[in-house]
């Protein structure tokens, strides 16, 4: 049988096998590792979460259609201001009566920041939207005391100067906002106030302290390096804990994808990324064994998407530019589903992490000034994980061909699986990044004794180009699979190439 997809053609019967083992655990799954990102950037903010003059702006300003689609994804905290952009903020430019507020020039995106949204209205958005914040500080141009003086103004009960200011303006109860990144990417030259490995390792243990001093509840995120691509990496991140280790839980990891005309290379992003996970794990776990720390520090990949960062073009000063609105592909939606079961399968030492962003700026949602809300095609992938993979994970012994990439010989099927909380259900997530084959696959639970299909939903396309619209919003969406029976616990399944499958079976 032959099909096309985009140019391939393709053939049935590669064989491939996924053995789930349900007494193979790696880890209970962090609610945290479904997080996003709104930074302000582009229309994410100004045009994004907040239009007032929109017809579906609350009384706030908010736009009801975005909130709904974030609550559909079930995002978990939301990272927030930045970013490159919170290097060079200043939060305090943010509270306040409106009409006084300062505008100000970002250097970081050339942009003009009038500052209408600042953290008491981000607090309510993140209430309305049912997520949390995870709330990054300044460590370019701002100061560990003013790091302080947010903590103490976002979660101090009252009695002193920022808390009682908190409310004043309005919030009479702390935000009890717990989980914190110190700066933002410290180790890239683009950043405002970059620093040295040594200079930031420095700064982030005293800030560390006085954040913590204020609120010893809270945990702290200490940058990483911005990409296992800078020239810095792995040893800034070493250099950073040998000094910081003590004073924070997790160490921040970013990494962006892009195609450079090369599918088999893009489509295999996931073992990239899984090598940069052990290989920062391996840092974090011999600082940890240098300081005879009792102490596990764990990982926070609190930036992680498909970027075509060659696209980007430079602009004029302006409010809000419609910058970094990446229009994604079905085939950008297979990479970030293997990049997402990247992540669930490191939950034992990966916490948080953070699809970046959420709303128009490389992001899962996307608006029209004044009209429609769309899914862009990635919404899928994050949605299935962020609904399916709460629960327990499961190493998968994944039998399948591969492919040769510039990452080495990569498998074609990339797999996760997951016991939901109550124990019922087990999600096998399947992505089959073949360009030509169906693979005829067993999926073996029978190690669960009885098991049976109760769903199976496919994103696929003919076209690896399409996307989705404000005028075609339906072109690539999941569709429903009929079930199989399985034979003692192990199912057939024909899963087509270039195919992201969520199958669920009841246990
Ligand atoms: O998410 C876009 C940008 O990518 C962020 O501001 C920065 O941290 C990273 O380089």
Same mark, same amino acid.
């Given at each position: 049988m032959t099909n096309g997809i985009r140019g391939y053609t393709f053939v049935r019967n590669m064989k491939s096998r996924i053995i789930v083992d349900r007494n193979q655990f790696i880890a209970e799954t962090d609610d945290r590792l479904f997080s996003s990102f709104i930074e302000h950037?582009?229309?994410?903010?100004?045009?994004?979460?907040?239009?007032?003059? $929109?017809?579906?702006?609350?009384?706030? /300003?908010?736009r009801k259609d975005v909130i709904s689609l974030v609550k559909e994804l079930g995002v978990d905290l939301v990272r927030y201001? /930045?970013? &490159?952009?919170?290097? =060079?903020?200043?939060? +305090?430019?943010?509270?306040?009566p409106r009409s006084s507020r300062p505008v100000r020039l970002d250097l970081a995106w050339h942009s003009i920041e009038? &500052?209408?949204?600042g953290i008491d209205e981000f607090y309510d958005w993140s209430v309305k939207s049912g997520t949390k914040i995870l709330a990054a500080v300044n460590m370019g141009t701002g100061l560990p005391r003013e790091a302080g003086e947010l903590v103490e103004y976002c979660n101090f009960p009252g009695g002193t100067y920022w808390s009682d200011l908190r409310k004043k303006n309005? $919030?009479?109860?702390?935000?009890?906002? +717990?989980t914190w990144c110190? =700066?933002?990417?410290?180790?890239? +030259?683009?950043?405002?106030g970059h620093l040295e490995a040594a200079d930031y390792g420095k700064k982030a243990r005293e800030t560390a302290k006085i954040m913590k001093w204020i609120d010893p509840s809270i945990e702290l995120v200490v940058c990483g390096?911005?990409?296992?691509?800078?020239?810095?990496f792995p040893e800034w991140d070493r250099t950073v804990l040998e000094y910081a280790y003590d004073s924070v839980d997790y160490l921040s990891l970013h990494r962006y994808y892009e195609n450079f005309n090369n599918d088999t290379d893009f489509l295999a992003s996931w073992a990239n990324m899984d090598h940069f996970i052990k290989t920062v794990t391996a840092a974090v776990d011999y600082v940890k064994t240098l300081k005879r720390s009792e102490r596990t520090v764990n990982l926070s990949f609190d930036e992680w998407n498909v970027w075509y960062q060659q696209n980007q073009k430079e602009h004029d000063?302006?409010?809000?530019?419609?910058?970094?609105e990446d229009h994604y592909s079905m085939l950008d939606a297979l990479v970030v589903a293997g990049l997402g079961l990247t992540l669930v399968n490191n939950a034992d030492r990966v916490k948080i992490a953070c699809?970046?962003?959420?709303? &128009?700026?490389?992001?899962p949602i996307f608006t029209e000034k004044g009209g429609r809300a769309v899914r862009q095609t990635i919404f899928y992938p994050f949605k299935d994980i962020s609904l399916y993979a709460r629960g327990t994970v499961l190493r998968t012994c994944v039998q399948s061909s591969t492919a040769e990439t510039k990452y080495g010989s990569v498998p074609v099927m990339c797999s996760a699986a997951v016991v939901s909380r109550d124990g019922q259900f087990v999600t096998v997530f399947c992505l089959n990044t073949d360009k030509k084959d169906v693979h005829e696959t067993q999926i073996d639970l029978?190690?669960?004794g009885k098991a049976q299909m109760i769903s199976w939903q496919e994103l696929s396309n003919h076209d690896m180009n399409a996307k989705n619209t404000?005028?075609?919003?339906?072109?690539v969406v999941p569709s429903v699979k009929e079930c199989t029976g399985g034979k003692n616990g192990v199912f057939e399944v024909y899963v087509q190439p270039l195919s992201w499958n969520v199958l669920r079976f009841s246990i």
């Open positions: 950037l582009g229309r994410a903010v100004y045009g994004g979460i907040y239009e007032p003059d $929109h017809p579906e702006a609350d009384d706030q /300003g908010f201001p /930045g970013g &490159n952009f919170v290097s =060079g903020y200043n939060w +305090k430019d943010g509270i306040g009038s &500052n209408q949204i309005g $919030h009479e109860q702390p935000y009890g906002i +717990k110190v =700066g933002n990417e410290m180790d890239g +030259k683009w950043q405002t390096s911005a990409s296992s691509d800078m020239p810095t000063w302006m409010s809000a530019p419609p910058i970094l699809l970046a962003q959420l709303v &128009n700026v490389i992001a029978s190690s669960f404000c005028d075609a919003p339906d072109t």
